[in-house]
């Protein structure tokens, strides 16, 4: 079974700072999807950023973008320019790409917070 | 935009009730999906469904069932509420492999 690894519970970034959220998965498969979820103190969960794992070239999605190391099995999460708003909990999430195994496995979450 | 909507943002229940957990998706998805979210656990997958009708059981399905009787709604179940069912659950459909999931707002269940 696929497992996705925070090794980060807290991350702390002042404003107008980057930080980076670190991913670790294991799979033995060579195809799936990788995603970054935000989920701000609303509950609400939000994609931030998805990956396919055939493509070599990182997503990128404004001012976050991902460290894809597809032999690493690393999938880091980069945020420029840290603003106020980024502050919420973030999960990283893997998707197999075979049929009927359409669910996403998260990893434990990550906690930002953004300093003014 | 997909819209997903969980019929109650806050619950309270006493042990030993039965609980309905309701989940309408408005995109015609496929899939649709129960996760449990607790601190320090993430989201852990309840059950999940890909037709009408049909389901499987995710990682935790004890104590729990699902009903899916028509394409737009998701039910999730608790036979008899139970105080370690006091958990947050999210609701999510989808429509293929590659494309994210779509979450509802939450239900916090309290189970006293």
């Known amino acids: 079974a696929q497992t996705v690894t925070q090794s980060q519970p807290e991350m702390s970034v002042q404003e107008a700072e980057t930080v980076t959220l670190s991913c670790t998965y294991d799979t033995s498969e060579s195809d799936y999807y990788l995603f970054w979820y935000k989920q701000p103190p609303s509950r609400q969960m939000i994609l931030v950023i998805r990956?396919?794992?055939?493509?070599?070239q990182n997503a990128t999605e404004n001012r976050f973008s991902v460290n894809f190391q597809k032999a690493a099995k690393s999938f880091s999460l980069k945020i420029s320019d840290s603003q106020l708003g980024d502050a919420a909990m973030y999960f990283c999430a893997y998707r197999s790409s075979q049929g009927g195994s359409e669910k996403l496995v998260f990893g434990k979450g990550t906690k930002l917070t953004v300093n003014p | 935009d997909v819209k997903v909507t969980q019929s109650s943002r806050y619950l309270v229940k006493r042990t030993g009730e039965k609980v309905f957990l309701e989940c309408v998706q408005d995109?015609?998805?496929?899939?649709m999906f129960w996760y449990r979210q607790d601190p320090g656990l993430g989201l852990r997958l309840i059950y999940f469904s890909y037709d009408v009708k049909m389901k499987e059981k995710g990682d935790i399905p004890e104590g729990y069932s699902v009903s899916r009787e028509k394409k737009e709604r998701f039910s999730l179940i608790l036979e008899s509420a139970s105080t370690n069912q006091t958990s947050m659950y999210l609701c999510a459909s989808s429509l293929s492999v590659a494309g994210g999931m779509f979450f509802g707002s939450g239900t916090q269940l309290s189970v006293l």
């Open positions: 990956q396919e794992a055939y493509k070599q």
């Open positions: 995109m015609d998805h496929e899939n």
